[in-house]
């Protein structure tokens, strides 16, 4: 299962320096039954129809009349095999892993 976080302010881009404070500037909007960070991404975002309706792989958990999708700056949480919460924040192309920047 992965975790989707939005940005409460998002900025749709990610500078540099960027460390994300998941409980102070992000928001939880889903849990997404899936082992695939893309799979995550792809399910949390509308394409022809609200994203946070009626999908069985998705639990929708954010705030009452649905949000937008995940985009730029917003982050994905998954617990490892290892036992480490892995963190990516979504990037321009991509991902970058965070886990041990993440406050």
Not at 53 to 72: F, I, K, L, N, W
């Amino acid at each position: 299962m992965i975790q989707v976080y939005h940005s409460k302010q998002p900025t749709f881009r990610v500078g540099n320096e960027f460390v994300p404070n998941v409980i102070r500037d992000y928001v939880h909007v889903a849990n997404v039954y899936v082992d695939s960070k893309d799979a995550a991404y792809e399910l949390t975002n509308t394409i022809d129809a609200n994203w946070y309706e009626d999908d069985e792989q998705v639990a929708y958990v954010g705030p009452a009349g649905g949000c937008r999708s995940t985009s730029v700056g917003d982050v994905m949480v998954m617990l490892d095999d290892s036992g480490v919460y892995r963190t990516w924040v979504v990037a321009s192309f991509g991902f970058s892993d965070v886990t041990d920047r993440v406050s």
